[in-house]
């Protein structure tokens, strides 16, 4: 059964940063792509980024390009989301899922992890 439990989120002011972990289970990411997701009050689930298996091919969404990097720990079998200068458009929920440009395991989404980016 894949699962994966997202945490890391929490309460931010404009500009300030943030680390968002995913853990995986019932699978290795190992040579997994790997991706982040977010979906905000009123919006669709968007692809924030990808990486894939080997960690060298990266997709960014266009708002995510230059501020946030992504990385992968496949002992643990964790990835990483670090978020730099934080937006108020960045509040949202943010999942992960196995795959590259789509959510592998569609419907294996985990609980995700609320960002909050306010003054």
């Known amino acids: 059964q894949v699962q994966f439990v997202e945490s890391g989120g929490g309460l931010v002011q404009p500009g300030e940063s943030l680390r968002l972990s995913c853990t995986a289970s019932g699978f290795a990411i190992d040579g997994s792509d790997m991706s982040w997701y977010r979906q905000g009050a009123t919006k669709e689930r968007e692809l924030v980024a990808g990486?894939?298996?080997?960690?060298?091919?990266?997709n960014w969404a266009d708002f995510a390009r230059g501020r946030f990097t992504m990385s992968r720990d496949n002992f643990r079998n964790t990835v990483y989301l670090e978020m730099f200068n934080l937006k108020p458009d960045d509040t949202a929920v943010y999942y992960c899922?196995?795959?590259?440009?789509?959510?592998?395991?569609?419907?294996?989404w985990g609980q995700g992890t609320q960002v909050t980016v306010s003054s």
């Open positions: 899922n196995a795959g590259y440009y789509r959510p592998q395991f569609a419907d294996s």
């Open positions: 990486l894939s298996g080997d960690g060298y091919g990266k």
